[in-house]
């Protein structure tokens, strides 16, 4: 059973810095992608940040220049710093994985994962 276990987040106020981190554990074969969403209340859930397995990166515009994503293949983990944090940024933040697995024994194609969600909340 693959599981996503994320850990940091919490309240800071507008211009701090925080560091989230997702571990990946389980019957993993590889892992395609690795990334970021958020959703905050009344929107819908988006993309923050991604990263494939060759180093690729994208980012949302609205965090361009402020969060860094980085990842450990050989850890499967990935962490996100966030400097220069806005109000505006206050959401619910989810660890998401695209990957390939073993599944009741059985091979399990690109299927995407989700952590249960970290809350960062931004005061101004």
């Known amino acids: 059973q693959v599981q996503l276990v994320e850990s940091g987040g919490g309240l800071v106020q507008a211009g701090g810095s925080l560091r989230l981190s997702c571990a990946a554990s389980?019957?993993?074969?590889?892992?395609?992608?690795m990334g970021w969403y958020r959703q905050a209340p009344g929107k819908q859930r988006e993309l923050v940040a991604a990263?494939?397995?060759?180093?690729?990166?994208n980012y949302a515009d609205s965090v361009k220049g402020r969060f860094t994503i980085s990842r450990d293949n050989a850890k499967n983990t990935v962490t996100l710093q966030m400097n220069s944090l806005k109000p505006e940024d206050t959401a619910v933040y989810y660890c998401n994985a695209l990957l390939k697995s073993y599944r009741g024994g059985y091979y399990q194609g690109d299927f995407d994962y989700w952590g249960q969600g970290t809350q960062v909340t931004v005061s101004s």
């Open positions: 990263v494939r397995s060759g180093g690729t990166t």
């Open positions: 389980g019957n993993i074969i590889s892992i395609n992608a």
